[in-house]
């Protein structure tokens, strides 16, 4: 039978392949383990794996992460749940002061092999603090891995990577589209590799890199384009992040264009501009540029249409950038 | 269970030798081999020694900023003592007693402080987590430690530290909560020290004490005096044994920094010759020796030499580390993953080609 899956349900498959192959992954935070999570992202695995590996916690971010600390320096490879990326700020204390930093601190003696899963992300009409996407506060930390997904497939593959990671690995979770589409994804476990972009669409006169749930947004405004060929990177790692496929595309190319959903200034965007004009700059035909979330809290859901760039404006601003 | 019904909203401390070395309560008397109540006695001194000497080389210019245990001996190695070798100790910062009992040793302990991270690497064995500077948030990886140990159907102990200030935190909230639901094998251990660097615990909480926070958790809480090492070890024991069977417990060591908050402190803006005053006579070390002098076990003209001896050995293994822990350029970068990412490549490449290119205009 083909196993035709979405990103959630990508995402509950992992956790599940890993929890049967390897004893010490437990998988817990708040709703986890009677409801399976409020997007059923853990279903079913109190029920086959029993209320040790499987569990609830007390609504408590800090002590979800920091507890998960204690867990990873005991030998075990805790996968903790955030609900939404908008609750992670009470455990971010944890993360940067101890999560990213045992390994250095004790000189390699002691490392935490521990992830952080939360959806992130907005456009699902939420309340206020739902829909969040501060990756680059995260990637920002030494120490820390940060990777987002786009597809079941590569969902499925990451986090399985993530969790046999030796380090901590924050992996975030388009929620707009963990339901948008399914995919055929091998019913056994597999990883890919973190910090490896992948070239979706293959193009030779405008670079466009984004991730997450902006991954299906460019390729729907790239539909649309038949005079330009634009190539596409999914950049699937946020830290580190994989230079060698941005460099090698705008090396090609010319025209880079980043598209994400988060703020502008000081996103990861900046990021991978800085990365193009201290690698590529010679190559460079036109600025480097940015289609992004604005500068402005993320709105309710009556005005959300405005913040997240559409598939039009993405397509107007990679016109643009090609008439430059 | 002799002291799960303790109720520490009567306010009433343990205490089983009082300041003049008498035993006040012989029933609670922990039993100590005279060759344990010396190991006791050369721990706290061992410690003191190493506060000394450390205090002297920071005033040298030899060591960087440090927080002293002054006082607090008794709190420290009393707890420690209680703990096998197989239970874990997790600091905050101002434990020296208890590292010594975990088996840190002076040069790594001396290494750390003198600024590398070479002194946190404790050697495999030892189950004593690195000095957690943010406050509390140590709380958290103590309570999962004890997750662990209980998923594994171990009986492992996980003795962990704060101070009065500690409990103001969110953290300890959250770990005293995680701790209660899952009964994790915890024993939280406020050192009172009065003083959080120069706030005092009037303003630190309107609780009748520290201990009394433990009953909101569902936990026993047990107010001890923390000046007293028959007090800490008997309580400590019990503690250690009742987070194996049952689950976690919270003890008050009520005590007094004697000394500065760390070197970059000065007690004297905050507090008075007359605040200080009657601790002096609270002194552990005072009281014990003199039990020891009574019991036959030490001379009063042995203490003086014995802290030559243990001043010597720490400045053997401070000489031992004073050169040699400088830190190596490439170990800077190496230890955030266990690979080294290509930027972090980058990023060393770069600085020791700048550093060659340098050292090659100089010549």
Known sequence: MPNKINIVQAVQQALQNEMALDPTVVVYGEDVGVEGGVFRATVGLQQEFGEDRSFDTPLAESAIVGSAVGMAINGFKPVVEMQFMGFIYPAFNQIISHVARYRNRTRGQRHLPMVIRAPYGGGIRALEHHSESTEAMFAHIPGLKVV????????????????????????????????????????????????????????????VVTWGAMVPDVQKAVSNIDDISVEVIDLRTISPMDRETIVASVEKTGRILIVHEAAKSFGAGAEIMAIVNEKAFLSLEAPPTRLTGFDTIFPLPRGEEHYIPTPARIEAKIRELAAY | MQFEKFNPLEDEMIQVMDETGEIVDPDLLPELSDEELLKLYHTMRRSRAIDSVALNLQRQGRMLTYAPNLGQEAAQVGTGFALKETDWGVPAFRELGMWLSKGWTVDKILQYWYGSEWGSHHGDDIRLLPVSV????????????????????????????????????????????????????????????????SVPRVMQTASKNYAVKALAYGMPGILVDGNDIFAMVAISRWAVEYARENGPVLIEAYTFRMGAHTTSDDPTKYRTDEDVEPWIAKDPMIRFEKYLINKGLLKEDEIEPLIEQFEDEVMAAYRSIEHSSDTEIDEIFKYHYAEMTPQLQDQLDEYLAYLKGADSNAQ
């Open chain 1, 148 to 207: 987002i997904p786009s597809t079941p497939y590569d969902a499925k593959g990451l986090l399985i990577a993530a969790i046999r990671d030796p380090d901590p690995v924050l992996f975030l979770e388009p929620k707009r589209i963990y339901r948008a589409f399914r995919q055929e994804v091998p019913e056994e476990a597999y990883t890919l590799p973190i910090g490896k972009a992948k070239i979706v669409k293959e193009g030779d006169e405008l670079t």
């Open chain 2, 134 to 197: 943010p406050i509390s948030s140590q709380y958290q990886h103590a309570v999962g430690i004890g997750m662990a140990t209980r998923l594994r159907g171990e009986k492992d102990v996980v003795m962990a530290y704060t101070g009065d200030g500690g409990t103001s935190q969110g953290d300890f909230h959250e770990a005293l909560n995680f701790a209660g639901v899952y009964k994790t094998p915890t024993v939280f251990v406020i050192q009172n020290n009065q003083y959080a660097i």
